[in-house]
């Protein structure tokens, strides 16, 4: 039975001194069950989103992509099996006044030309960079989320659902950076050893790398 959680913000009077946050659980069937999920001053929750919700360094960090880009992408389906290269261009921009970056993808692999949109931001509660991939080869968004480590590397995790994997699987990608005009984009994939094998639970085979160039 699928349930439902609900987070409500009651506002209360001027003189009170404080609200709740409450959590409905929806249950077809029942009559909602309501429990106090935290207590918080009411000036003290406004104050801590509106913090929250300021652009940070890490989202200067993200800025630095905005541009048009050429891509090199080299692919393959088979951990043995060799590389097939194609070609794309992006165009990057801001949204949300810095929140979030968009990046606009158009390229052709093997004969196909294909469309992507990529939306990447980060997190200020968190702590954590986060991403949304949608292309027209699909009609299912994938969703990953990582940190940066001391070399400016963004490792992200998610987890990956086609025909091959309808309930998912592990796959994780790292954007490395080279100079202000180039970066590596690597994706690795959870693939078995063998046919046959068990399943490995983290990604374990680089499938696909994206080399970009900014278009100056």
């Given amino acids: 039975m699928n349930t439902f959680l609900k987070l409500v913000l009651t506002a209360v009077p001027v003189a009170a001194t404080s609200s709740w946050v409450t959590a409905e659980w ?3 069937g ?23 919700a300021v652009p940070g360094k890490e989202h200067v960090h993200l800025a630095e992509g905005v541009g048009n880009w050429n891509s090199v992408m080299r692919m393959r389906m ?12 992006s165009k990057v921009q801001k949204a949300l006044g810095g929140r979030y970056l968009v990046e606009k993808v158009e390229y052709e ?8 949109l990529l939306v990447m931001g980060y997190d200020n ?3 954590k960079f986060q ?13 990953s989320e990582g940190v940066m480590d001391k070399d400016g590397v963004i490792e992200m995790f998610g987890t990956m659902r086609d025909v091959v994997s309808p309930k998912g699987r592990p ?17 690795f994939d959870t693939i078995p ?4 094998a068990a399943m490995p639970k983290k990604p374990n085979v680089k499938v696909m790398e994206l080399e970009y160039s900014r278009v100056k």
Avoid at 30 to 45: C, F, L, R, T, Y
């Fill in 26 to 28: 929806f249950v077809p």
């Fill in 171 to 187: 796959f994780s990608h790292r954007t490395i950076p080279i100079d202000d005009d180039h970066f590596k984009l690597e994706m």
């Fill in 30 to 52: 029942q009559e909602p069950v309501q429990e106090p999920a935290h207590e918080m001053d009411a000036m003290a929750i406004m104050d801590a989103t509106m913090k929250l």
């Fill in 109 to 116: 692999f093997m004969g196909m030309k294909t469309e992507g």
């Fill in 78 to 89: 088979d951990p043995n099996g060799p590389w097939t290269e194609g070609k794309g261009k």
């Fill in 125 to 127: 509660l968190t702590k």
């Fill in 131 to 143: 991403s949304v991939w949608m292309d027209s080869m699909s009609t299912g968004m994938t969703y």
């Fill in 193 to 196: 050893a063998k046919p046959g």
